[in-house]
């Protein structure tokens, strides 16, 4: 007989989670290349179809590059707190 956990799919080892980790990320490079793609269309326009969709397609890449780094400012982890103590209680 096999006992299922409900909440196993939620558990930190298991890779078909529901909610990944990494959303935040996700989330941050999501809007960064959106604000990117509303840049592009306001300074563009829609003059011609190939400057447009050029335009589009550039704002997508540096916004997915840009993604990660804006997260990075965004969500620094907080020196002194309890994750750094334990890092340097585990060194010892």
């Known amino acids: 007989m096999v006992i299922v956990r409900p909440l196993a799919r939620f558990d930190k080892g298991n890779r078909m989670k529901m909610y990944p980790d990494d959303w935040q990320v996700k989330l941050t490079t999501g ?6 793609v ?6 563009v326009g829609m003059k011609g179809f190939w400057p447009f969709m050029l335009s589009i397609i550039v704002a997508t890449i540096v916004g997915n590059l840009l993604g990660p780094l804006v997260y990075r400012l965004l969500f620094r982890s907080s020196s002194g707190g309890p994750m750094e103590k334990e890092k ?5």
């Open 38 to 43: 509303v840049a592009a269309m306001m300074l």
């Open 88 to 92: 340097k209680d585990e060194k010892k």
């Open 31 to 36: 809007l960064v290349s959106s604000a990117c």
